[in-house]
């Protein structure tokens, strides 16, 4: 809970920064922009504000996700910040449109800009306030694992970019008399738009699901195969309730001849230790048996595990076993996307109960969804 904690307070102090920062910087763009009639210092103000505005939806989002677990959403409340991701993406995506409409109504009935020194510095100041900014939310980002935080620095960087593009339009009406400000609003306005579909992308990735970090799995996976009696761990299911907040299942491949108490330790063990160093909770640890000293049946094992590979869309097998007395033989296979489940299962059950006749056969497919 100290972790989740600071954790909070960094995304929290973090973001009150930016509100403020950004506040100033809407304030003074503002004002040079209504006073100079420049649509693009204007627009760049409008950005500042959604961006403030982001912020505090960020700190919502946040102290809404560390509510408590209660009996209605007993995993806790760790989604809400996508939810206010979400509502954060939509925020900038309506920015830019109504940032693009004003834009292409200025190029229809243009105004002279009238600049001046002083809103020149204004604009020079903003964009270095934009770049420190931006480092030090990303970086900030980085440290708690927020991925709006991560999000705001990228965009703060970015928008530093765009005053950057409004002070040369600046400069060059000054120098030349040419004006350029609409069209920058409309080059302003179609980054703000292409931002706020990435962050709405993004984050619906996370509300549906998406496939495992692919370190974290390997990670875990590594920390099982370390324990002696470990011959493989399968079937790795993450699922993810907020950032920092995963559970996750597995299927170890074990001797048959451990007994249930030398299971239940070896379960509570590798569950003790994929937490302390991942921070993964390990609800359940299923078993696979495999046979133990019989070189007749590693002979088929070997034979059914090259006719199964023999395959491009069979990615893996595993929780292969065999039993001489009941004439069974089951094991599990791993498949591509590319491949109709129904269609390998019924090619591998006809190939195999080739090799072992007189055996029952049972195949069980599995989806490839970790690494």
Known sequence: MEGTMNRDQLIVRTSVIGIVANLFLAAFKAAVGLLSHSIAVTLDAVNNLSDALSSVITIIGTKLAN???????????????????????????YAGITSLVESIRKIIHPETPDYSVVSLIIIASAVAVKLILGRYVKAQGQKANSGALIASGEDARFDAILSASVLASAVIFLLTGLSLEAWVGVVISGFIIKSGVEMMMETLDDIIGHRADAELTQKIRHILNEEPEVRGAYDLFLDNYGPDRNYASVHLELPDVMTVEEVDRLTRRVQAKVFKETGVILTGVGVYSYNTGSDEIAAIRNAVQEKVMAHDWALQIHGFHLNPETKELRFDVVTSFDVDPKEAIATLQEEIQAIVPDYTVCITRDV???D
């Open 67 to 93: 509510r408590q677990p209660d009996k209605k959403h007993p995993l806790g409340h760790g989604r809400t910040e996508y939810l206010s991701a979400m509502i954060v993406a939509a925020i900038v995506l």
């Open 368 to 370: 490839d969804i970790a």
